[in-house]
């Protein structure tokens, strides 16, 4: 079963500066509008864009999950839980959201990656099915349907100035900023370096790679996790954003949605396709949730999604458009060659 | 020993899914996909069976010969327009998948903005309850279960005699083979999709009358008949019998003697199932 | 010449995200038209609703009653000082989740200027109190949603008065459950048991354990049943009940799984099973439509149409307010319109806030409207009620809601029962 095989490469076609002013750009963006909602919406897709890089890593395996919103519960869980009730500070809590999240993704892939393809896809909707339950039944420490309010982190002081998370929202911008910026450089380091060729080869042709020596398991099972640490990060901030968590949060259809904002972007960049498929996705979501016509975001949504996978050629997404887009309008025509599959380490 | 109402519960239960998974099933075995746009196949099924009775006047089986008839044609397009653009060469498993499950919102958003989203119903369609002493059966339960028994005899006919039917065989079996007897791989998966698409359609206009018809309608039985194939084996018809009568025992004996537990019950038996056995109870050994 | 696309392409993008930014602080900056010194000045107050997804039918189908509501009640407007104003209602779809609460939450104060939500009820309590409290917003919502409850309580909900002293539970849904229980045995003397049903969200929480607790101390004999949100199967949980000896089912449920329940326990033959919900009656057709009309003949449901009360005294003139938003409504829909379920959230929040502002004397100070509020005594859509203070839960909160029943009798709403509120503990 091949899944992702082909991946046309554009990334070097737009040029660094230009993606470097954007990013400067966005850092900016509190000093032009302080308003919550433009804020609130970059701040749920920078959010998201995280949970996405670790879905397309795994997706770089060849297999997809569709349980990723459930390791974003257990991050959320295990912040909130570790703030509120047992009253640690939030910044270890942050940490150690990441780490459980990743302990349960390693004991989880270790287990149900022996299946691939389908069932391993299938395996991840009941597992996910499996943490709501646990999530909501469980209610000694996780307060059942009641959730736990969260608490935002503790003002820090930096001599007169002083950073305060609860009275406004500049603080979270910065701080998702400063996530998604250390996310990505993780993500696209490892999507670059030796083990990403790898995961690349596992996907490509497992036979093969298994005949050459590589572990089919192991490289999966890696994936899986660093996918599981990072997903736990962001679902532990989110509920530090949205100020509450509780098992109805994250649900199947949040783990379709990591799946969609996938495909719109374009898994062929893990970081740029995260980054533009759950801004596009989230904004649009957000904004037709206010039209007074009730539904027309699932119909919008749907279309968005098949639209992308039947337009833009073998499911490259919306970043490859952008980089056509570049090389047609601003670029020489030039002789462009897609880079093979195990080429990907000679680019740079 | 669960009282005979319960019984009755599970085999209605185990007809719907059955018939859904059967569906599923032979889809998947011609085009390797799952489709999991099914359940809104089922809704919109009950929805044009409602329109069809309660605007039109239709006679109510006719009704659900139409609505089989519109919506099977509808997964054809479906096939046409989506499916078949994304997959072959150069297309993964994840482009088809994202696109059959983008189609489930696109469905539920669009049937909900052109029919409303307040739950309607077809009460008056086969009203009554037969009552057999110590327990009792509504007509429309009855009905349910003679439509499962006829579409089954039905696919059996057209699987094994008719040239439809053995083309399909053929092609399950293997592809490569069939085209070079002269199969037409592209027509057969078109007509897959529809028999497919049309038995969801059937399924929902069924059950309409037994429960309410709503956009969201179609999410549960998609589900359910998405475990039951998972617990019957991938690819296998038999599989996706015996699966959806295991989950609709699961979800009225089972929930009958653990109550709501029955859906850890659920979750449990599929991913136990799925790493004893991957292929499921009937599916051949993974290729 | 590659470089100069290079630099002139980067300045089109600079260019193009700069005028984006720029839209965005205008569109920003865009203050609501400066009011009219003469005429009524209009209040804008915020609805957060779901009004797609699966919870879509509770908020759209009373839209036309709220609307109406507050076209019956712009009439006259009301007047503090010599100032006469207006309230406008802005309803935004939350989708019953808290991201999307939190989205319109925000959307409604930032874009609409809204100072005040009233009505709402979806589970999304705790994110929507996040963002109105340090706004100070007053948050006119109902208790009992999963975590719409003390966190003092066994159990523990989220509600803290001390860190949210601008909500208000204007509709008291968990002490209405509980008297709803009571007026079922006040109609049925001789039940033998009362079997509740709840979503398996609710089960262990607050709420339950609070009510539990009630119902033993008045020697109330119940079994108790949950099931999956989702669910369309309860013949094996009904089955159970009847086993159990329940002879009346109270169903904390929405309207699909009260009508299912409905449905099938006809279908099961327990012809004797009185089947009773929470929650109002939405529509009679769609009743009779789904669950057959002669199944759906005895069943029971909350019935708050405020000239039926028989114990609650309610103020003529918004009796005749009441009646006449009925009128609009059905106008507006075009057929017979028959949901008075809303008259207890919209219409009483806003007479509440209206009445509240009259006697702070402002119409923009939250807190002295809060104070107003607290120990106040209102003329609501629901009786005349007086706020709890200090002696509840720290919160204010209307005991004013008559659990009021009625049962079907040949497609018509009849009046059944009414038990008096009490405050959980």
Same mark, same amino acid.
């Given at each position: 079963?091949?899944?992702?095989?082909?991946?046309?490469?554009?990334?070097?076609?737009?040029?660094?500066?230009?993606?470097?002013?954007?990013?400067?750009?966005?850092?900016?963006?509190?000093?032009?509008?302080? @308003?919550?909602?433009?804020?609130?919406?970059?701040?749920?897709?920078?959010?998201?864009?995280?949970?996405?890089?670790?879905?397309?890593?795994?997706?770089?395996?060849?297999?997809? @999950?569709?349980?990723?919103?459930?390791?974003?519960?257990?991050?959320?869980?295990?912040?909130?839980?570790?703030?509120?009730?047992?009253?640690?500070?939030?910044?270890? @809590?942050?940490?150690?959201?990441?780490?459980?999240?990743?302990?349960?993704?390693?004991?989880?892939?270790?287990?149900?990656?022996?299946?691939?393809?389908?069932?391993?896809?299938?395996?991840?909707?009941?597992?996910?099915?499996?943490?709501?339950?646990?999530?909501?039944?469980?209610? %000694?420490?996780?307060?059942?349907?009641?959730?736990?309010?969260?608490?935002?982190?503790?003002?820090?002081?930096?001599?007169?100035?002083?950073?305060?998370?609860?009275?406004?929202?500049?603080?979270?911008?910065?701080?998702?900023?400063?996530?998604?910026?250390?996310?990505?450089?993780?993500?696209?380091?490892? $999507?670059?370096?030796?083990?990403?060729?790898?995961?690349?080869?596992?996907?490509?042709?497992?036979?093969?790679?298994?005949?050459?020596?590589?572990?089919?398991?192991?490289?999966?099972?890696?994936?899986?996790?660093?996918?599981?640490?990072?997903?736990?990060?962001?679902?532990?901030?989110?509920?530090?954003?949205?100020?509450?968590?509780?098992?109805?949060?994250? $649900?199947?259809?949040?783990?379709?949605?990591?799946?969609?904002?996938?495909?719109?972007?374009?898994?062929?960049?893990?970081?740029?396709?995260?980054?533009?498929? @759950?801004?596009?996705?989230?904004?649009?979501?957000?904004?037709?949730?206010?039209?007074?016509?009730?539904?027309?975001?699932?119909?919008?949504?749907?279309?968005?999604?098949?639209?992308?996978?039947?337009?833009?050629?073998?499911?490259?997404?919306?970043? %490859?458009?952008?980089?056509?887009?570049?090389?047609?309008?601003?670029?020489?025509?030039?002789?462009?060659?897609?880079?093979?599959?195990?080429?990907?380490?000679?680019?740079? | 020993?669960?009282?005979?109402?319960?019984?009755?519960?599970?085999?209605?239960?185990?007809?719907?899914?059955?018939?859904?998974?059967?569906?599923?099933?032979?889809?998947?075995?011609?085009?390797?996909?799952?489709?999991?746009?099914?359940?809104? &196949?089922?809704?919109?099924?009950?929805?044009?069976?409602?329109?069809?009775?309660?605007?039109?006047?239709?006679?109510?089986?006719?009704?659900?010969?139409?609505?089989?008839?519109?919506?099977?044609?509808?997964?054809?397009?479906?096939?046409?327009?989506?499916?078949?653009?994304?997959?072959?060469?150069?297309?993964?498993?994840?482009?088809?998948?994202?696109?059959?499950?983008?189609?489930?919102? &696109?469905?539920?958003?669009?049937?909900?903005?052109?029919?409303?989203?307040?739950?309607?119903?077809?009460?008056?369609?086969?009203?009554?309850?037969?009552?057999?002493?110590?327990?009792?059966?509504?007509?429309?339960?009855?009905?349910?279960?003679?439509?499962?028994?006829?579409?089954?005899?039905?696919?059996?006919?057209?699987?094994?005699?008719?040239?439809?039917?053995?083309?399909?065989?053929?092609?399950?079996?293997?592809?490569?083979?069939?085209?070079?007897?002269?199969?037409?791989?592209?027509?057969?998966?078109?007509?897959?999709?529809?028999?497919?698409?049309?038995?969801?359609?059937?399924?929902?206009?069924?059950?309409?009358?037994?429960?309410?018809?709503?956009?969201?309608?179609?999410?549960?039985?998609?589900?359910?008949?998405?475990?039951?194939?998972?617990?019957?084996?991938?690819?296998?018809?038999?599989?996706?019998?015996?699966?959806?009568?295991?989950?609709?025992?699961?979800?009225?004996?089972?929930?009958?003697?653990?109550?709501?537990?029955?859906?850890?019950?659920?979750?449990?038996?599929?991913?136990?199932?799925?790493?004893?056995?991957?292929?499921?109870?009937?599916?051949?050994?993974?290729? | 010449?590659?470089?100069?696309?290079?630099?002139?392409?980067?300045?089109?993008?600079?260019?193009?995200?700069?005028?984006?930014?720029?839209?965005?602080?205008?569109?920003?900056?865009?203050?609501?038209?400066?009011?009219?010194?003469?005429?009524?000045?209009?209040?804008?107050?915020?609805?957060?609703? =779901?009004?797609?997804?699966?919870?879509?039918?509770?908020?759209?189908?009373?839209?036309?009653?709220?609307?109406?509501?507050?076209?019956?009640?712009?009439?006259?407007?009301?007047?503090?000082?010599?100032?006469?104003?207006?309230?406008?209602?802005?309803?935004?779809?939350?989708?019953?989740? =808290?991201?999307?609460?939190?989205?319109?939450?925000?959307?409604?104060?930032?874009?609409?200027?809204?100072?005040?939500?009233?009505?709402?009820?979806?589970?999304?309590?705790?994110?929507?109190?996040?963002?109105?409290?340090?706004?100070?917003?007053?948050?006119?919502?109902?208790?009992?949603?999963?975590?719409?409850?003390?966190?003092?309580?066994?159990?523990?909900?989220?509600?803290?008065?001390?860190?949210?002293?601008?909500?208000?539970?204007?509709?008291?849904?968990?002490?209405?459950?509980?008297?709803?229980?009571?007026?079922?045995?006040?109609?049925?003397?001789?039940?033998?048991?009362?079997?509740?049903?709840?979503?398996?969200?609710?089960?262990?929480?607050?709420?339950?354990?609070?009510?539990?607790?009630?119902?033993?101390?008045?020697?109330?004999?119940?079994?108790?049943?949950?099931?999956?949100?989702?669910?369309?199967?309860?013949?094996?949980?009904?089955?159970?009940?009847?086993?159990?000896?329940?002879?009346?089912?109270?169903?904390?449920?929405?309207?699909?799984?009260?009508?299912?329940?409905?449905?099938?326990?006809?279908?099961?033959?327990?012809?004797?099973?009185?089947?009773?919900?929470?929650?109002?009656?939405?529509?009679?057709?769609?009743?009779?439509?789904?669950?057959?009309?002669?199944?759906?003949?005895?069943?029971?449901?909350?019935?708050?149409?405020?000239?039926?009360?028989?114990?609650?005294?309610?103020?003529?003139?918004?009796?005749?307010?009441?009646?006449?938003?009925?009128?609009?409504?059905?106008?507006?829909?075009?057929?017979?319109?028959?949901?008075?379920?809303?008259?207890?959230?919209?219409?009483?929040?806003?007479?509440?806030?209206?009445?509240?502002?009259?006697?702070?004397?402002?119409?923009?100070?939250?807190?002295?409207?809060?104070?107003?509020?607290?120990?106040?005594?209102?003329?609501?859509?629901?009786?005349?009620?007086?706020?709890?203070?200090?002696?509840?839960?720290?919160?204010?909160?209307?005991?004013?809601?008559?659990?009021?029943?009625?049962?079907?009798?040949?497609?018509?709403?009849?009046?059944?029962?009414?038990? =008096?509120?009490?405050?959980?503990?």
């Amino acid at each position: 079963m091949i899944i992702g095989r082909y991946y046309i490469d554009q990334k070097s076609v737009v040029p660094k500066i230009v993606i470097g002013a954007v990013i400067a750009l966005l850092a900016l963006v509190p000093l032009f509008t302080t @308003s919550m909602v433009t804020l609130s919406t970059l701040i749920s897709s920078g959010i998201w864009s995280i949970a996405v890089m670790g879905f397309i890593l795994i997706l770089r395996t060849g297999q997809f @999950s569709m349980g990723q919103a459930a390791f974003m519960a257990i991050g959320g869980y295990v912040s909130a839980i570790l703030t509120v009730r047992l009253g640690l500070p939030y910044w270890p @809590s942050f940490l150690a959201a990441g780490v459980i999240s990743g302990i349960i993704a390693l004991g989880i892939g270790l287990i149900v990656l022996r299946a691939g393809g389908t069932s391993f896809s299938i395996i991840t909707i009941a597992f996910g099915e499996i943490v709501r339950i646990v999530a909501l039944n469980w209610d %000694d420490v996780t307060r059942g349907a009641s959730g736990i309010l969260t608490k935002p982190p503790a003002p820090i002081t930096i001599g007169n100035f002083e950073i305060n998370f609860a009275t406004n929202l500049v603080p979270f911008y910065y701080f998702m900023f400063f996530l998604v910026i250390a996310s990505a450089l993780f993500f696209w380091q490892i $999507d670059r370096s030796r083990v990403g060729g790898t995961f690349r080869s596992v996907a490509a042709n497992p036979v093969l790679a298994e005949h050459l020596g590589i572990h089919l398991m192991k490289y999966r099972v890696i994936a899986f996790t660093m996918a599981g640490v990072f997903t736990g990060f962001a679902g532990a901030y989110y509920v530090t954003f949205i100020s509450v968590i509780n098992p109805l949060i994250f $649900d199947l259809w949040k783990s379709v949605q990591i799946m969609m904002m996938s495909i719109v972007g374009g898994p062929t960049l893990i970081v740029g396709g995260a980054i533009v498929g @759950s801004t596009v996705l989230y904004s649009l979501g957000n904004y037709l949730t206010q039209l007074p016509v009730a539904n027309v975001q699932y119909l919008v949504f749907g279309a968005v999604v098949v639209l992308v996978l039947l337009f833009l050629p073998k499911g490259t997404g919306l970043v %490859d458009l952008w980089g056509k887009f570049w090389r047609k309008v601003f670029k020489e025509p030039e002789e462009y060659e897609i880079p093979g599959e195990f080429s990907q380490e000679d680019e740079e | 020993m669960p009282p005979a109402g319960i019984w009755i519960d599970g085999l209605v239960q185990s007809c719907i899914y059955m018939t859904m998974a059967f569906g599923m099933v032979l889809v998947f075995s011609i085009l390797g996909i799952l489709n999991w746009t099914h359940g809104q &196949f089922y809704m919109l099924g009950a929805f044009v069976v409602y329109y069809a009775v309660t605007a039109a006047g239709v006679p109510f089986p006719l009704s659900l010969l139409i609505s089989g008839v519109i919506v099977g044609a509808l997964g054809m397009v479906v096939e046409k327009l989506v499916i078949e653009r994304l997959t072959g060469p150069g297309y993964g498993l994840l482009a088809v998948t994202a696109a059959t499950m983008a189609l489930i919102f &696109f469905f539920e958003g669009a049937a909900g903005m052109a029919f409303g989203l307040m739950a309607k119903g077809m009460a008056t369609t086969l009203p009554g309850v037969l009552d057999m002493g110590s327990f009792s059966i509504s007509y429309q339960k009855i009905a349910v279960i003679i439509f499962t028994l006829v579409i089954m005899v039905a696919m059996y006919i057209v699987l094994n005699r008719t040239k439809v039917g053995k083309a399909i065989r053929a092609t399950a079996q293997q592809p490569d083979a069939a085209s070079l007897y002269g199969v037409n791989v592209g027509w057969v998966s078109l007509i897959v999709m529809g028999i497919g698409c049309s038995l969801a359609a059937m399924a929902g206009g069924i059950m309409g009358p037994v429960q309410s018809v709503d956009p969201f309608m179609g999410r549960i039985p998609m589900i359910m008949s998405l475990l039951a194939i998972v617990i019957g084996g991938l690819g296998s018809l038999t599989g996706a019998i015996v699966g959806g009568i295991i989950l609709g025992l699961l979800n009225s004996v089972i929930a009958y003697k653990i109550s709501y537990f029955s859906e850890v019950a659920l979750f449990l038996l599929v991913i136990v199932i799925l790493l004893i056995r991957p292929q499921g109870l009937f599916g051949a050994a993974p290729k | 010449m590659i470089k100069w696309y290079k630099v002139s392409s980067l300045l089109v993008v600079v260019v193009m995200v700069l005028s984006l930014l720029a839209t965005a602080c205008a569109a920003e900056q865009q203050k609501p038209a400066p009011p009219q010194p003469t005429g009524p000045i209009t209040i804008n107050v915020g609805v957060p609703m =779901p009004l797609s997804g699966t919870a879509a039918p509770w908020g759209q189908i009373p839209t036309p009653l709220r609307e109406g509501f507050i076209q019956v009640f712009n009439k006259d407007g009301f007047k503090v000082g010599d100032q006469t104003y207006n309230i406008k209602m802005v309803q935004v779809d939350d989708e019953n989740t =808290p991201e999307g609460g939190s989205a319109a939450a925000k959307e409604l104060i930032e874009n609409d200027g809204c100072k005040f939500f009233v009505g709402h009820w979806s589970w999304n309590f705790s994110a929507i109190a996040a963002v109105t409290n340090p706004a100070k917003v007053i948050f006119l919502t109902r208790n009992g949603a999963p975590d719409a409850l003390p966190a003092s309580w066994a159990g523990g909900g989220a509600y803290d008065p001390k860190t949210m002293p601008y909500v208000v539970f204007g509709t008291p849904s968990q002490e209405e459950f509980l008297a709803d229980c009571f007026a079922l045995v006040d109609a049925f003397p001789n039940y033998k048991k009362i079997g509740l049903v709840d979503s398996s969200v609710s089960k262990g929480g607050p709420g339950w354990i609070a009510v539990q607790k009630a119902l033993d101390k008045q020697g109330v004999r119940w079994a108790s049943e949950w099931f999956t949100p989702g669910t369309t199967d309860f013949s094996p949980m009904l089955t159970r009940l009847h086993e159990e000896g329940c002879d009346i089912v109270f169903v904390a449920g929405w309207v699909g799984e009260y009508m299912a329940m409905l449905k099938q326990r006809w279908e099961l033959g327990y012809k004797d099973m009185h089947i009773a919900c929470s929650g109002p009656f939405v529509s009679m057709d769609i009743y009779q439509s789904v669950v057959g009309v002669d199944a759906f003949e005895g069943a029971i449901g909350s019935y708050e149409a405020p000239w039926a009360f028989k114990k609650t005294k309610v103020n003529p003139n918004i009796i005749a307010q009441c009646q006449e938003t009925l009128k609009i409504a059905a106008q507006t829909t075009g057929g017979p319109y028959d949901y008075t379920g809303e008259f207890p959230w919209v219409p009483a929040h806003v007479e509440i806030l209206t009445q509240a502002m009259q006697k702070a004397g402002s119409v923009s100070d939250p807190d002295a409207i809060m104070n107003a509020i607290r120990g106040g005594t209102f003329d609501t859509t629901a009786g005349k009620w007086t706020m709890s203070g200090a002696q509840t839960y720290g919160s204010p909160i209307v005991f004013g809601t008559p659990a009021s029943l009625c049962s079907i009798q040949n497609g018509k709403e009849v009046y059944l029962s009414e038990h =008096p509120m009490e405050p959980l503990p």
